[in-house]
């Protein structure tokens, strides 16, 4: 009885309620319950993007999202065009080395999850953090041991911006962390968030359409450790929501290599398409 009332009342959720696509806006059926993730049976080395943002998504839209695939750079991560061999590390990272050690994205920054990336900035949804965030915590546990990052610090944004949007989307998209890990009933918590180690400390220009060289110029002397103490020896994950030259996290990465920290390592969301590199 209980089954065919949960039936019924997802039915007339559907009818009354119909899902609505965030990224082309048609209403739409979901076949599992609304923004339900099944975070407790989910086998998250092979989480899919369907999996998580379908109850967001239309099928159409789900269909125009690029997973990040091998064979890429062993250390920035970005993919190669040729879609043959195995991981190596790039040219661009071999003449000038980054200040990271290794750095890694879900998903191509195109097609839906771009969009969906804009609606949790831009557009003020920030409960898109948590399906997003579910993406990024697979990304997290297929590369690395949770219990050998010792912290896991996100990418601060300006007050002024901070005061403007209303949140960090780089701290939200790693807050629950803590909760899925206890409820999966891994062997470890992911306690070791920090959000207030890194400070931005000046405000600056939006680096929508700069090039390289005036991006690392843009970022240059914009951070500063607040918390040397916490870094000390330590492995750092940066978390950020796109990688596209790399500045930002470059900049940020060799402060904390400066102040102390063992080693640096980067996970974004996405990477973009036009830093596809050649062989």
């Not at 450790?225 to 996290?249: C, F, N, Q, R």
């Amino acid at each position: 009885m209980r089954f065919f009332l949960k039936k019924f009342y997802k039915i007339f959720l559907d009818a009354v309620f119909p899902s609505r696509c965030i990224v082309c806006g048609i209403f739409f059926t979901c076949d599992n319950e609304r923004h339900s993730f099944g975070i407790e049976k989910t086998d998250l080395i092979t989480l899919s993007f369907k999996n998580v943002m379908e109850g967001f998504l239309c099928s159409s839209c789900m269909q125009n999202y690029v997973e990040v695939k091998s064979p890429k750079c062993s250390v920035c991560g970005f993919m190669f065009r040729s879609r043959e061999g195995k991981d190596h590390i790039c040219g661009t990272c071999i003449k000038k080395p980054a200040k990271f050690e290794k750095a890694r994205a879900y998903g191509l920054y195109d097609g839906a999850l771009r969009k969906t990336i804009h609606c949790l900035k831009y557009y003020q949804k920030p409960y898109l953090a948590e399906p997003l965030g579910l993406l990024l915590f697979s990304e997290f546990i297929r590369n690395w041991d949770p219990k050998k990052v010792h912290v896991i610090i996100p990418v601060p944004l300006h007050n002024g911006r901070m005061k403007k949007r209303g949140f960090n989307q780089s701290f939200q998209l790693v807050r629950k962390w803590p909760e899925w890990s206890n409820k999966m009933g891994f062997d470890y918590i992911i306690d070791n968030i920090d959000p207030d180690i890194l400070r931005r400390k000046k405000r600056t220009k939006s680096q929508v359409g700069m090039g390289k060289e005036e991006r690392v110029k843009n970022m240059r002397g914009v951070f500063e450790v607040a918390y040397p103490l916490k870094i000390e020896g330590k492995k750092v994950l940066l978390i950020d929501d796109v990688l596209t030259t790399g500045a930002t996290v470059n900049e940020c990465a060799g402060l904390l290599a400066k102040k102390g920290a063992q080693s640096v390592d980067v996970l974004t969301l996405a990477h973009t398409e036009r830093h596809l590199i050649g062989r």
